[in-house]
């Protein structure tokens, strides 16, 4: 399994920005996507964003496309989630996943980091 470590979280006012890190340890990441989801008060978790670690595909939900960004720094380890025009609606806690490109199951997760966003 990988460890993930997420930071960046924080209170914002509507029309914001805020930029998520996700610090990923454990193993090479040859074949491996790196997600994020999130969830908020009395809702499922939600898929968000990835990020293939090879070649930097990414992949975005309807409601993140245009407002946010999934990048990674191979030499860091690290993966970012730069969120900008954050409205109220995107208020939850985000966490970071893993899983190998192959399978279809999120099998690594962070602790989550909470994004709050006042109108």
């Known amino acids: 399994q990988v460890q993930l470590v997420e930071s960046g979280g924080g209170l914002v006012q509507a029309g914001g920005s805020l930029r998520l890190s996700c610090a990923a340890s454990g193993r090479t990441f040859t074949n491996t996507d790196m997600g994020w989801f999130r969830q908020a008060p009395g809702k499922e978790r939600e898929f968000v964003a990835s990020i293939r670690w090879t070649t930097g595909y990414t992949y975005y939900a309807d409601s993140a496309k245009g407002r946010f960004t999934v990048s990674r720094d191979n030499a860091k380890n690290t993966v970012y989630l730069q969120m900008n025009s954050l409205k109220p609606e995107d208020t939850a806690i985000y966490y970071c996943?893993?899983?190998?490109?192959?399978?279809?199951?999120?099998?690594?997760w962070g602790q989550g980091t909470q994004v709050t966003v006042s109108s």
């Open positions: 996943a893993a899983k190998r490109t192959v399978t279809s199951t999120w099998d690594s």
